[in-house]
């Protein structure tokens, strides 16, 4: 009886009996707020312009539209733009799930693997989902025919435009024709967002969510430590963590892949993933992590968007994110769907900077917390570091080989912090240190 009343939410947004199968087979309880708010809208044919974040359930609030309109087998009908190869892959994978009673042929088209296959997919496909590079390399072939299209979906529209997509993006739009229903889905709602919006498309009702983050159980905190013990600081907390799954976020590359190989000389099981691997390693590693045979993640920002990985407790930014809004995004992988969840960043000297920048946003409630009293205990993981950095090629910024910094960097004791400008005190809580003092 229970699951016929959750059942009946679904029906009162109007959804055909295909898709409505769908979802009880595959277990849904209840609409999201997105799905209750868009639903309807998109079945109206309405252009939309919603605020909403990676698993909100926004795939299926626009993707019921093109299943219940998309017919089999006259083209492509629906094209989907992500901005990365892990979220079109899981779009066009929930897309299939959710379409299963309709026989639509969905395919995913993006780079790091052989164009040859999806030209040969490309010719029976009714709905495309792909990454701007990929879908202009495909329409500069004339592989793909945009003609029949008639509805344009913008997923995770910030975040192309964060990657320099914009101008692949306007070009494929610019393809396709005018007669279409356009859904533009974003995190945030910038001013490029709404010049997109103004430009291409037609009256958009704007949608929002509240975050999909209960920040009621997202507990924000932060380190202040010397730079040379900020990794020994990790392993320290890392080996101290006794549930969940665990995502440390890096601002590079090099930093991701060095950060990875030191966890697992000290017997911490991690693995690392940004886009310089080939996709189908990208692919092993992701099935690693989410089967739980490595519980630890650790991600550039680029590789980590669009992947809707459920059981995240905790965020480490190892790297200060360099805006607030980086920061909010890393956060969000965690506390979602009445879950707990911690957000740990690792603050040293070549930090301070980006970090200001995070907590310009008086939103965000952040605690200091003590550093270890023994510092000395991590001392020596950090020696095991230190020569992976000096032998491997690889030295921080602002870091000398000797394992003494600038002034402020010989230990916990001496530690000083060097934010320039105008001063603001901030209390840490008590958990902290009393006060810690900004200045900038």
């Known amino acids: 009886m229970l699951k016929k009343r959750k059942m009946e939410k679904f029906k009162a947004l109007k959804l055909s009996e295909g898709i409505l199968k769908a979802i009880e087979e595959l277990g849904f309880k209840e609409p999201s707020e997105i799905q209750e708010k868009a639903i309807p809208l998109v079945l109206e044919g309405k252009d939309i312009l919603g605020s909403s974040a990676t698993g909100s359930g926004k795939t299926l609030a626009f993707g019921a539209g093109i299943i219940e309109k998309v017919a089999r087998g006259r083209g492509v009908q629906a094209l989907i733009m992500t901005p990365t190869r892990e979220l079109a892959q899981q779009v066009a994978s929930a897309l299939r799930r959710f379409s299963r009673h309709y026989g639509l042929n969905i395919k995913e088209v993006y780079g790091g693997v052989s164009i040859e296959p999806q030209i040969r997919e490309l010719e ?82 704007n949608v929002e969510v509240e975050s999909y983050v209960d920040a009621s159980k997202l507990n924000q905190r932060f380190y202040d430590v010397p730079n040379h013990l900020k990794f020994s600081l990790l392993v320290h907390l890392l080996r101290n963590e006794k549930a969940g799954l665990i995502m440390v976020f890096c601002n590079t590359r090099q930093n991701t892949d060095l950060i990875a190989r030191n966890l697992q000389r000290h017997e911490i099981d991690a693995l690392a993933i940004h886009g310089g691997l080939t996709q189908n390693r990208r692919n092993d590693i992701m099935k690693s992590f989410n089967s739980g045979k490595a519980l630890i993640l650790v991600c550039t920002d680029v590789a980590a968007r669009g992947l809707d990985i459920k059981g995240i407790s905790h965020v480490y930014n190892y790297d200060s994110p360099k805006t607030s809004t980086e920061y909010i995004h890393r956060i969000g992988r965690t506390a979602r769907a009445g879950k707990e969840g911690i957000a740990i960043t690792l603050v040293s000297a070549r930090d301070y900077e980006n970090f200001r920048r995070v907590l310009e946003d008086d939103s965000l409630k952040l605690q200091q917390e003590q550093l270890p009293e023994n510092m000395q205990i991590l001392e020596a993981n950090f020696r095991d570091f230190r020569r992976e950095k000096r032998f491997g090629g690889f030295r921080g910024r602002g870091e000398r080989s000797s394992g003494r910094g600038r002034s402020g960097d010989r230990g916990h004791g001496s530690h ?25």
């Open 124 to 205: 029976t496909a009714d709905v495309v989902v792909g990454t701007p590079g990929r879908l202009l390399d495909h329409l500069e072939r004339r592989t793909l025919d945009l003609r029949k299209v008639r509805f344009l979906v913008l997923d995770e529209a910030d975040r192309m435009l964060e990657m320099g997509f914009i101008e692949d993006v306007e070009s494929i739009i610019n393809r396709c024709p005018k007669e279409r229903q356009t859904l533009l889905f974003s995190a945030t709602i910038s001013p490029d967002i709404e010049r997109i919006a103004k430009r291409y498309m037609i009256n958009p009702v």
């Open 416 to 440: 000083r912090r060097s934010f320039s400008g105008r001063q603001r005190s901030y209390s840490s809580g008590s958990r902290g240190r009393g006060s810690f003092r900004r200045r900038y």
